[in-house]
């Protein structure tokens, strides 16, 4: 953590000096911006990890300069947004943020999120996972065949034989929606009956509360009502 360097972006100053404080007080050096134009001037000058970006903003909002930091930087980018902007924090993520977190913000939460991303940011090197033969990798989850865990934003996460063998088909098939009775009998090789839903639904659960941050609006594991069950893909 130390010498590590964070970019806080907003044009609201009350909340850059409340996040600087409470990022200084956690170790890191803090650089501030009030707009995007500026964001990419202090970039230009200055080594930085992790980039936290507000949307709106004057001159430059914060989506017109997260596309102009990936044109030539793939540090770790986390938008803040307000709860009712559902669709800026979507649009954030599909151009490259690499996380959001909601205001008002819980300061436990965003200093987890923002430790977070340094920790898999810089276990690889300053650059994005290269998968092996023996890892399946999606976004910052990934699962290791050979130690049958998951690692989540370069932390590892230790799993039952059934969490595993769940997690694997689902990660073998970004995308693709299983029913509970289809993940029961390639699990369990067992034919399905009434009871494998609440069964498959109780593992789901277990899943989630070890992979997310919060397991109630999870980012991997996603339930396709009246269908099934799917790993998001990234």
Do not use: C
């Not at 130390?2 to 803090?30: P, T």
């Not at 649009?91 to 991303?117: F, H, T, W």
């Not at 399946?136 to 989540?152: E, M, Q």
């Not at 769940?166 to 098939?173: C, D």
Request: charged content about 30%; glycine content about 6%; cysteine-free.
């Amino acid at each position: 953590m130390e010498g590590q360097v964070i970019l806080i972006v907003d044009d609201n100053r009350e909340i850059v000096f409340s996040l600087g404080k409470l990022l200084e007080y956690e170790g890191y050096r803090v650089l501030k911006a009030y707009d995007g134009l500026e964001a990419l001037d202090v970039l230009k000058d200055n080594q930085v990890d992790l980039i936290l970006l507000d949307v709106m903003m004057p001159k430059l909002n914060g989506l017109s300069a997260l596309m102009k930091i990936r044109e030539t930087n793939k540090i770790p980018v986390i938008i803040l947004s307000a709860k009712t902007e559902e669709s800026d924090k979507v649009s954030g993520l599909m151009m490259g943020a690499d996380d959001y977190i909601a205001k008002p913000y819980n300061p436990a939460e965003l200093a987890a999120r923002v430790a977070a991303q340094l920790r898999r940011y810089h276990a690889w090197g300053g650059g994005a996972p290269k998968p092996k033969e023996d890892q399946l990798v999606n976004g910052s989850l990934i699962l290791d065949r050979r130690s049958k865990t998951a690692i989540v934003d370069g932390a590892e996460v230790r799993l039952t034989a059934k969490e595993y063998k769940i997690l694997e088909l689902l990660m073998e098939y970004p995308g693709q929606v299983f029913s509970a009775e289809r993940i029961y009998e390639k699990v369990w090789k067992e034919v399905a009956n009434y009871a494998v839903e609440n069964t498959v639904m109780v593992h789901i659960r277990h899943i989630r509360e070890k992979l997310e941050i919060d397991p109630k609006n999870p980012k991997y594991v996603k339930v396709v009502w009246g269908i099934g069950y799917k790993m998001e893909r990234f």
